[in-house]
């Protein structure tokens, strides 16, 4: 006999069979219906396709054809251009007169009747010579041209001093003989006082940079002018400050100036008073042209501007004399000689 939870399972299995079965049947259809419409709608959108693929193709084959023409049509301007300069050419060409041929010259004959005598030939009349003087410089030009520039000298005068050559800046010298230099004109080199330049000549100096930095020594200190002698030139040189007198030298001497006034430091703004007799000693010299010279020496410096004393009576710029007691407010940056011919 069978039990009643026998019964309620084959019942439960039947209901579950039947449900399967009726989910299956649904999904078949939906299926179809799906597959259905989709076949319905292929053929619709196929000729948008088809639209939408032709068009880029379209567009681009008309790009080309627009592109292929304008270069038509430009060859054909061109080929027309030529064309016509060709044409202009050969007509030009048979427009110009052609040259005639010349015909050959027949020389002329001379008959000449052999009875009668031939005359004298005429005496041409001698062309009246002017005798032309030679052209002559102007005095200017020949007195320029018969100078002699004096620099050389002076580079002999150095180097007979035995100076060292570290002491010099070649690229600052300046030539102001009377062949080099023309006092009427200006330059950077000797500013609004180029006359009293004339007849000099100019050896640059070198100047320690430590200084010249940290003092501006270019831009706040003051151009003066120390006359000095032979004997003294190699003493100040080395000592790269003008010093006073009675300051101990390196080689154990005690410095003179030879100035009048051996309490202070004597200077001028003026080259004419600097190379006074009383500052500046003449001395001799045999130079290379086998000439004796008397050579004055004067040294350009740069002077710190608040030690500077002036010296009153002078009538006038050329005889303003400075004086200082400040040491190692005077520094050298340019040698100036001299040379008079004795």
């Not at 790009?63 to 050419?89: E, G, H």
């Not at 180029?194 to 940079?209: A, M, P, T």
């Not at 430590?210 to 190699?234: M, P, V």
Request: proline share 7%; with cysteine.
């Amino acid at each position: 006999m069978p039990s009643i939870y026998a019964s309620v399972t084959l019942n439960a299995i039947q209901v579950n069979n039947e449900t399967n079965a009726e989910h299956r049947i649904q999904t078949n259809s939906s299926l179809k219906t799906t597959a259905n419409h989709q076949a319905t709608i292929r053929p619709q959108y196929l000729p948008f396709r088809i639209a939408t693929i032709s068009v880029p193709i379209s567009k681009h084959l008309s790009t080309v054809a627009i592109v292929f023409i304008v270069l038509s049509v430009i060859a054909f301007w061109i080929s027309l251009f030529a064309l016509m300069y060709y044409i202009y050419r050969r007509w030009k060409r048979h427009k110009l007169p052609r040259p005639k041929p010349t015909s050959p010259i027949t020389p002329s004959v001379v008959f000449v009747d052999l009875g009668k005598r031939p005359g004298r030939p005429a005496r041409h009349a001698q062309p009246n010579l002017h005798k032309f003087s030679p052209c002559r410089p102007p005095p200017s030009a020949a007195a320029s041209s018969s100078l002699q520039c004096r620099k050389p000298l002076c580079e002999d005068y150095i180097r007979k001093l035995n100076l060292s050559e570290a002491y010099f800046a070649k690229h600052y010298d300046k030539c102001f003989c009377r062949k080099c230099h023309n006092p009427s004109t200006m330059d950077a080199k000797c500013g609004q006082r180029c006359k009293e330049f004339h007849g000099w000549i100019r050896f640059g100096l070198r100047l320690n940079e430590a200084h010249k930095k940290q003092w501006n020594i270019f831009k706040e200190w003051k151009t003066s002018y120390y006359g000095t002698s032979l004997d003294r030139l190699s003493s100040i040189l080395s000592n790269r400050f003008i010093p006073l007198d009675g300051d101990q030298l390196a080689n154990g001497t005690r410095f003179n100036s030879g100035h009048p006034d051996t309490t202070h430091c004597t200077t001028s703004p003026s080259i004419i008073c600097a190379s006074q007799p009383k500052f500046s000693v003449l001395s001799n010299f045999k130079a290379i042209d086998g000439n004796n010279y008397y050579v004055r020496v004067m040294l350009q410096c740069k002077q710190q501007a608040d030690t500077i004393i002036v010296k009153g009576g002078a009538k006038s710029f050329q005889n303003v004399e400075w004086t200082t007691t400040a040491r190692s407010s005077i520094v050298p940056f340019g040698l100036l000689i001299r040379l008079q011919k004795i």
